[in-house]
């Protein structure tokens, strides 16, 4: 049974949400989905499992599992008019661009207003969302691409799927091994849910005002977008491309600790962990197995091992407790994995799908829940009378 467990989260916070979906010790660097370990679920776990235990509280059972996979399996098309839609887009536009703006437009698609009960909504949100998330990113990439659509393959499964929607193309046959669905599976989980991070902050407060997922969804995906948040895997391949050689390591670790530069290290630190990220362990495993199985030796995967080890021995890092974060690693097995660095944020937005809907809908389902509303503390002018422009 969930128990009502108050943990020491190892922080002090004066605005929280309260919420039984995920828990994070910053100082121990622990993270838990519904109380299970991320790297015990992430070794034996799978992507749909962990959505729908973030969802529904538990584990499912076989007949759940089931249910739930057949469910999403056979959401996975898009509403052909949906095409016309990416073809307003420019084929250079970010695909986060498409992810916002085809995400929000699913409102105009799927969402009328009998979805109005909690269950309708939940049902309509996975259906949909879930199902539908990796059509759009694996189009997103497609058309920046100049490639054809690429359309869902029912007899796959939710990774193996999205890696043919991405890279497959119609004149040849395409086999994806399993130990890079696998890794793609593993990813989508180390990055499914985070507690009340920026953008899940943002879903909470979009769907507090009784907006429909869609719109509540695409928030989130802006939101995520900052470098600051998840476009941190795309700054941090960029930032390791640029170190180039192990040598340059010195150079960058100097300008990441003086104030005057605005520079700091993309894939270090973190709002909550002041310990290791447990997803940047996890992440640093599966590059190594990516890397092995796809037989690539990438020179970029040695400057980041060596960044890491001089960084976590380095006086101000340790006294900042600043550690690698789940950014740090995911950028090289993204892209061993054969995505541009454009599509990291992407594929983050659509494993994190899962965690904005199931925090979403822990909110929808508190019936206590009202319309969210921060207050600031306010620095402005004192009261005063108004002055006519000829006056000014
Ligand atoms: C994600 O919230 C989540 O859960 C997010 C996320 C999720 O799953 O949703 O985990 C995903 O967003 C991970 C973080 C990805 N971002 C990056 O990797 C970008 C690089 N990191 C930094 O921008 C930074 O660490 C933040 C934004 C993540 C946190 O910034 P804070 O809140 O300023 O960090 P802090 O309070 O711990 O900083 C302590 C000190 C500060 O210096 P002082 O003011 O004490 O002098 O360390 C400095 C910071 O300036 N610092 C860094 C640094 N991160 C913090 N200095 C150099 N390089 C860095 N990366």
Redesign the pocket.
């Known amino acids: 049974q969930t128990g009502h467990f108050t943990f020491d989260p190892g922080y002090t916070s004066t605005c929280s949400t309260e919420s039984q979906i995920t828990f ?1 010790n910053g100082n121990e660097g622990q993270l838990l989905y519904r109380g299970y370990d991320i790297e015990d679920l992430a070794e034996n776990s799978t992507f749909l499992e962990v959505a729908y235990l973030l969802i529904n509280g538990e584990l499912p059972n076989q007949q759940q599992n089931t249910k739930f996979t057949n469910t999403i399996t056979s959401h996975t098309m898009l509403h052909d008019q949906i095409e016309h839609f990416f073809n307003g887009f420019r084929r250079d536009s970010h695909p986060m661009a498409m992810m916002c703006g085809t995400v929000g437009a699913l409102s105009g698609f799927y969402h009328d207003d009998t979805h109005t009960t909690v269950d309708a909504a939940r049902d309509m949100a996975i259906h949909r969302l879930i199902a539908k998330i990796p059509t759009i990113a694996a189009r997103a990439y497609k058309y920046s691409i100049g490639q054809p659509t690429v359309y869902p393959d029912n007899s796959l499964s939710y990774a193996e799927n999205f890696l043919k929607m991405c890279f497959s193309v119609p004149a040849e046959p395409y086999k994806v091994s399993p130990t890079i669905a696998r890794a793609m599976d593993k990813i989508f989980i180390l ?1 499914a ?8 902050s943002t879903v909470r407060l979009a769907g507090s005002s009784g907006a429909n997922p869609y719109a509540c969804i695409a928030s989130g995906i802006a939101c ?1 977008w ?8 795309e ?2 391949l960029k930032m390791l491309q640029e170190i180039g050689t192990v040598d340059r390591i010195p150079e960058f670790i100097a300008r ?2 003086d ?1 005057n530069d605005p ?12 310990n290791f ?1 447990p ?1 940047s362990r996890v992440m640093q495993k599966v590059a190594h197995e990516v890397l092995d199985e796809l037989d690539i030796s990438n020179p970029i995967l040695d400057v980041a091992k060596e960044l890491e080890k001089i960084a976590l021995e380095d006086e ?2 340790v006294s ?3 550690y690698p ?4 690693y995911s950028g090289i097995v993204l892209s061993a994995l054969g995505f541009p660095t454009s599509m990291f944020t992407v594929l ?1 937005s659509l494993a ?1 799908t899962v ?1 904005w809907i199931s925090q979403w809908n822990e909110m929808l389902e508190d019936p206590s829940q009202r319309i969210g509303r921060p207050r600031q503390l306010y620095s402005g002018a004192e009261p005063r009378v108004y002055t006519p422009l000829n006056k000014r």
């Open positions: 994070i990055h849910d985070h507690e009340q991070n920026a953008s899940t995520l900052g470098p600051s948040h998840g476009g941190a895997n700054a941090c990441a600790k104030k520079f700091r290290l993309m894939g270090f630190g973190h709002r909550v962990y002041k990220d997803r101000y890092f900042k407790k600043l974060n789940v950014d740090f983050f994190r965690g």
